[in-house]
């Protein structure tokens, strides 16, 4: 199972540098859980970067996965979470709903580079050849 946080899916939506770790985790459908929160985050991206239709398509997107709602054990695993690793309420409950599907979390967040689970990806790193200087 996959979980594909905010980042991850809006550096797959513009394919940037590091769309091509990402989509193997997004396009898996069948193995794929969406927090709402995510489709939060990236609707909101969408609307402020894209405008109304594309915000809704990429919502579409999203949609393929199993959408996974903040209920009130997720809500006080995502507490134990922040105090765990220093995270804000939305990567904790990002972590939260990973770890109660025994799921990868797929970023480029760095407040997750440490964290036990989470395949982190640096941001701009994959993909990108070097400038030759003449």
């Keep these: 199972m ?3 946080d905010s980042s991850a899916w809006v550096e797959y939506f513009v394919d940037g540098s590091n769309a091509g ?4 985790a997004i396009e ?3 193995a794929l ?3 709402t929160i995510v489709l939060y985050e990236v609707f909101k991206w969408g609307l402020r970067e894209r405008g109304e239709q594309a915000a809704l398509r990429l919502a579409g997107v999203m949609h393929q ?5 903040l209920g009130p054990d997720l809500a006080l695993a995502a507490a134990r979470i922040a105090g765990e690793f220093d995270l804000a309420m939305a990567d904790s ?4 709903t990973a770890r109660a599907y025994d799921a990868i979390l797929w970023t480029q ?3 997750f580079a440490q964290v036990p689970g989470v395949r982190y990806v640096p941001k ?3 993909g990108k050849v070097p400038v030759k200087k003449a």
């Design 33 to 35: 859980i969406v927090p």
């Design 21 to 24: 770790r990402f989509a193997p």
């Design 65 to 69: 996965g199993r959408m996974v709602d």
């Design 124 to 126: 701009g790193r994959a």
């Design 93 to 96: 409950v990002i972590l939260a």
């Design 109 to 111: 967040d760095a407040d």
């Design 28 to 30: 898996d459908s069948g």
């Design 2 to 4: 996959n979980v594909v």
